[in-house]
């Protein structure tokens, strides 16, 4: 026990990292009733922050290439094969275990203010901290299978918190499309494993990597077919068309609880999963191309809905689905450097815009009262700048970074992202490039369409709520001011070759882990990493992107935060006067998200219901209930009924039924000795 918190063994202190939160868990979840707020609160932060501690230790242990990988033991195993509990800290893994903490970190801290009127306090915090934990054992495992422990555990606590408010019916049914919804990519993620296993023998990344160079000469159906299953749980995990639905209604479960499922935690486990297996993945061309593809469908998609939405949370939720998608984008185009750092600057701006949108409800709910939908409608916002000055500051600074403004964080990704996709130059390469610029218009415009609902021009709303507004407390504005440091300076780790620095520390820390698989890789394929770099391409890039950003947020700025510009946009998406006002088709088709989840409901689950009553009333009620169990009772007690009715006590009944048997059988006796 010693060695544990000892820095010079870090294969140790490794379990520390996710036994911290879990801790937490348990303490909250056993003798939460007992503690007192700040208590509970400060068990749940304190086991956070100092798992970031441990993290930051390792992950500087780690800096000058030191792979570190935990003492273990076999977990499973029969006959040759074996599978560890064991848990690793490379590159790729130390990077995403200090976003985790150090992001869940100031959400917790965050939470402390936020959640302080509700009544169920600690069973609020040990939700929260159990998900750190699962998904801490989701990146550190050292196997697909300890992966998928963790994988499980996160869509277990999404459930949890996104119904963490189960009474309201609403909250609850969100929970269950999260739980749903998510374990239909989780079958697609078994199969994926079961292939893979089938194929090479070991679900162990060691054991994987081992075969990197023989996947070269496999035949490369079957290798498709996994990784298009295992891509199949990644868009469920991630919100990819066609299991996106479940993200938007996330919003239902207390906003920090969004902050840390979009910024830090679940929905990039997808990409993680992905860049983990990329020694697997390049192999599997038709797999990667469908991944760009829905990638860029998506972040287009759901860009666009975006642009109508009146939840400040909703047109965030949206907003994760759309960069979810360049992510995708950036990996199926072999770029998994280029996505793991978008994934590493949307953490910090995401978490920013979620924890300020949670600022701005937090304080209008004084008023409001608590689930009011006015507290989140943006139409009835405005002029809250004057009021809530930190909020707006540090929200204005993560939207900026969101829309890829120049020098702020998402710039560097963004434009990284859509130069891969330019520079590939085939059909799929502009194919992608063109999806990408038309989703960055959209988030542009939504992103400062937010801003200007929320903080400029008049008021909206309640009078009341307004005189009452005030700014959120300290423990809620610090860490929206350290986020919004890293949402200006994160981006700086990826200086671009146009700028003159051709090897980015945030590349050049990667590189090891993408080194098995590019040894593997002939020259010439497209997702071999090359030396070579247009500087005038990617001029052309940052200059067309940074004209789309400046000029569209300019542009929904300068609508949305003046009222008769307001008045005006009326006549865009309504037609019609007094009671015949009616929206315009297209404005009405964005609004109701295209009516995805009215389609699913008629294709998918209507039918599944319709087929579940049928089953229901065919199995249980008559094959189950009626003949199996009533049916079964009704034979005995008829048998019974007719027992009763032959012992009637009395001595004459019995000697008539005796003399009746014995003419009976006396005349069975002379039959039989008369053939």
């Known amino acids: 026990m010693s060695d544990l918190f000892n820095y010079q063994n870090p294969a140790a202190l490794i379990w520390a990292v996710p036994l911290l939160p879990l801790l937490g868990f348990l303490i909250n979840g056993l003798f939460g009733k007992r503690l007192s707020l700040a208590s509970s609160g400060g068990v749940a932060s304190a086991s956070v922050v100092g ?40 590159h790729l893994s130390g990077l995403y275990m200090l976003i985790i903490t150090g992001v869940a970190s100031l959400i917790h801290i965050y939470s402390v203010g936020y959640m302080s009127h509700d009544e169920s306090y600690a069973r609020y915090f040990a939700y929260l901290n159990l998900f750190v934990f699962s998904m801490l054992m989701l990146v550190l495992g050292d196997s697909l299978v300890t992966l998928f422990l963790g994988w499980e555990g996160v869509g277990l606590c999404s459930y949890l918190l996104i119904g963490f408010w189960f009474k309201d019916r609403k909250n609850a049914i969100a929970g269950k499309k999260a739980f749903i919804a998510n374990r239909v990519g989780d079958f697609g993620f078994m199969i994926g494993m079961f292939l893979l296993f089938w194929h090479f023998g070991s679900l162990s990344y060691s054991g994987l990597i081992s075969h990197a160079a023989d996947m070269a000469s496999t035949d490369t159906t079957l290798l498709n077919a996994a990784c298009i299953c295992l891509f199949v749980g990644a868009a469920g995990k991630s919100a990819q068309i066609p299991l996106y639905v479940w993200l938007p209604d996330a919003m239902a479960g207390p906003t920090p609880v969004s902050a840390l499922i979009h910024a830090a935690t679940m929905v990039t486990a997808g990409i993680y999963m992905v860049a983990r297996l990329n020694f697997v993945f390049v192999h599997a061309e038709v797999a990667m191309e469908l991944i760009a593809l829905i990638g860029g469908a998506t972040a287009l998609f759901a860009g666009t809905i975006g642009l109508v939405q009146r939840d400040i949370k909703k047109v965030l939720a949206y907003s994760t689905v759309s960069q979810l998608g360049f992510m995708f984008m950036a990996v199926g185009l072999g770029a998994f450097h280029v996505a793991v750092f978008h994934v590493f600057t949307h ?14 409800i937090h304080s209008l709910e004084h008023s409001l009262g608590h689930g009011n939908p006015d507290s989140q409608d943006m ?35 963004k434009d990284a992202i859509l130069f891969t996709a330019f520079h590939r130059g085939d059909v799929l390469g502009y194919l992608i490039y063109g999806l990408g610029v038309a989703a960055a218009i959209c988030t542009a415009f939504y992103s400062f369409r937010l801003i200007g609902l929320t903080f400029f021009g008049k008021w909206r709303g309640d009078e009341h709520a307004y005189a009452h507004a005030d700014e959120s407390p300290r423990s809620m504005t610090t860490p929206l001011i350290i986020l919004s440091l890293f949402a200006i300076g994160a981006g700086y780790l990826w200086l671009p070759p146009a700028f003159g620095v051709h090897h980015p520390p945030f ?17 010439g394929n497209h997702f071999k990493f090359t030396t070579e770099h247009d500087v005038g391409a990617e001029w052309v890039n940052i200059i067309i992107s940074s004209v789309i950003a400046v000029g569209v947020s300019v542009f929904a700025f300068m609508v949305y935060s003046k009222p008769e510009a307001l008045g005006k946009l009326k006549k865009l998406a309504f037609s019609g006067e007094g009671d015949e006002v009616r929206m315009k088709p297209l404005y009405k088709l964005l609004l109701n998200k295209y009516y995805v989840d009215e389609i699913y409901e008629k294709t998918i689950i209507g039918p599944i219901r319709i087929a579940s009553d049928v089953l ?27 027992g009763r009715r032959l012992q009637t006590g009395y001595v004459r009944h019995y000697l008539y039924a005796f003399a009746v048997g014995m003419v009976i059988l006396s005349g069975l006796f002379l039959l039989i000795a008369n053939q």
């Open 507 to 523: 590349a050049e820390w990667l590189a090891p882990t993408w080194a098995a698989a590019q040894a593997a890789l002939p020259d």
């Open 347 to 360: 953490a910090f701006f995401k978490a920013l815009l979620f924890l300020g949108s949670g600022s701005v």
């Open 616 to 642: 229901f009333v065919v199995v249980d009620v008559i094959v189950i209930d009626l003949v199996c169990v009533n049916g079964t009772a009704m034979l005995v007690k008829a048998s019974s009924d007719l």
């Open 51 to 90: 798992s970031f501690i441990i993290a930051a230790s390792i992950f500087i242990y780690t800096l000058p290439n030191h792979d570190v990988v935990s003492n273990g033991y076999i977990w499973m195993g029969t006959g040759g094969f074996e599978i560890g509990f064991r848990l690793l800290v490379d």
């Open 379 to 413: 139409w009835k916002m405005g002029g809250l700048k004057e009021k809530m000055p930190i909020t707006m500051a540090t929200m204005t600074i993560g939207a900026l970074a969101l829309s890829g403004v120049p020098l702020f964080s998402g710039f560097f990704s």
